[in-house]
């Protein structure tokens, strides 16, 4: 990769698509180096100092590893909870299942978390969003079908409200783009008081 000096661009640590194609949108320059990190909750461990904590491993763990690829260096983390429960990736279809099954007729919480770090002052920003999704009652049928999509396969909690999932979602509280997985306009007005916002495309 091309060496670009440490006060000049913003680095996303993440593989997620959905991340990238959503500041992308925005018009955020910025380069994507995944990060490799242990994303398993600790014992006791509220959901959102989980997602806090992952993002600021993120970011860390590719600053640390990239020195010279940029300046803020930006991890995320979201995770879906039902009463009070963190619900990962499904293992398989009957585990997406039992997920789904209990998200039906209820309403959850979705938390994002993001941590930015200023490497060139050694300083962090950090905020966590949180977002109410209502779920309707779903058939036994719409699980199936829903699972033999295969879009539930790796999407926390076994959905994902920008795709075909929206259809068991009747409302939110708080911000779409964090249920999709970063909250935009959050990360945005904080990168603009960092300084960043030289690096946007137009926005």
């Not at 440490?6 to 640590?13: E, F, H, K, T, W």
């Not at 860390?60 to 260096?73: E, K, M, S």
Request: hydrophobic residues 40%; proline residues 4%; charged residues 25%.
């Amino acid at each position: 990769m091309e060496k670009i000096p440490r006060d000049s661009g913003i680095v996303l640590a993440s593989a997620s698509p959905r991340r990238r194609e959503m500041l992308e949108r925005m018009g955020v320059a910025f380069v994507t180096i995944p990060a490799d990190v242990a994303e398993e909750v600790g014992e006791r461990e509220a959901p959102k100092d989980f997602v806090l904590r992952v993002s600021s491993d993120k970011a860390l763990a590719v600053a640390q590893r990239n020195p010279t690829a940029g300046r803020w260096f930006i991890g995320s983390d979201t995770a879906v909870v039902c009463e009070g429960t963190i619900m990962g990736k499904p293992e398989d279809d009957a585990h997406a299942a039992r997920m789904l099954r209990r998200l039906s007729g209820t309403t959850h919480e979705v938390i994002s978390a993001y941590a930015i770090y200023d490497q060139l002052r050694t300083e962090w920003t950090r905020r966590v969003v949180r977002t109410e999704v209502r779920v309707r009652a779903l058939t036994q049928e719409e699980i199936q079908g829903y699972i033999a999509s295969g879009e539930p396969a790796d999407k926390a909690g076994a959905y994902a409200i920008q795709g075909l999932g929206a259809f068991m979602v009747t409302g939110i509280c708080g911000s779409y783009t964090n249920v999709v997985g970063l909250p935009l306009r959050e990360i945005l007005a904080d990168l603009e008081g960092l300084g960043a916002h030289r690096m946007f495309g137009g926005v």
